[in-house]
């Protein structure tokens, strides 16, 4: 088992920022991959940015330039830097984790972009 724990949501102005950690704990393996998503009501999930462990990083196109994900292997923890923020990046967003055997969700924080 892997828990997930996202923070880090919150209410933010169009042009701010916001930094996203997902911490891990558990059976994590070594080789695995951490993504992000996200999702509004009455929508499917999408994903936002990933990183594996060897630190290879993919962004979905709507975000690349304004969001970076790292990760600390020490910490077990993942994060995205969210900056230039807009209107249509409010969403629930949630930390996925992936390894070669097992998929599982974080439950999720709220990103609320509005003036």
């Known amino acids: 088992q892997v828990q997930l724990v996202e923070s880090g949501g919150g209410l933010v102005q169009p042009g701010g920022s916001l930094r996203l950690s997902c911490a891990a704990s558990?059976?994590?393996?070594?080789?695995?991959?951490i993504s992000w998503y996200r999702q509004t009501p009455g929508k499917e999930r999408d994903f936002v940015a990933s990183?594996?462990?060897?630190?290879?990083?993919n962004y979905a196109d709507s975000v690349k330039g304004r969001f970076t994900i790292s990760r600390d292997n020490a910490k077990n923890t993942v994060y995205l830097q969210m900056n230039s923020l807009k209107p249509e990046d409010t969403a629930v967003y949630y930390c996925?984790?992936?390894?070669?055997?097992?998929?599982?969700w974080g439950q999720g924080t709220q990103v609320t972009v509005s003036s």
């Open positions: 996925n984790y992936r390894d070669l055997r097992s998929v599982y």
């Open positions: 990183i594996t462990s060897s630190e290879g990083t």
């Open positions: 558990g059976s994590i393996f070594r080789i695995n991959v």
